[in-house]
């Protein structure tokens, strides 16, 4: 079986802008309500191509001998995202600014496909 090279193609790590909204229940005031949290982060993400093919064998069923290459992450990091603002029943809660730990890819390149 001949191996793919270990070129990475097009595949890079790439920064992105996201738009983050998640629903929490908090503490306020000495009640638990549900908010609604918003956040923009700048975070990393894996883009690319990567060089895959399926050939023809007689060796590996069914019949085709398959290398697939995706572009994905090398590891994640923890990262912490602050929210900026976070709404009750369409109002703005002040003073609340929870946090949420998130997995951030680093050092994306072709790899063997995974689920």
Excluded at 90 to 114: H, K, Y
Aim: aromatic share 4%; charged share 20%; hydrophobic share 30%.
């Amino acid at each position: 079986m001949a191996a793919v090279s270990g070129q990475q193609d097009g595949c890079q790590t790439l920064q992105t802008e996201v738009d983050l909204v998640k629903q929490m229940s908090v503490e306020h005031q000495g009640s638990t309500i549900i908010v609604d949290c918003v956040a923009t982060v700048t975070m990393n993400k894996c883009e690319g191509t990567c060089m895959s093919q399926v050939s023809p064998s007689v060796v590996h069923f069914p019949g085709l001998m398959k290398q697939c290459r995706c572009c994905q992450e090398g590891n994640l990091l923890p990262k912490l995202i602050r929210f900026e603002e976070c709404f009750f029943d369409n109002s703005l809660v002040s003073g609340l600014r929870p946090s949420l730990e998130i997995q951030e890819p680093m050092g994306c390149s072709c790899q063997d496909c995974r689920n």
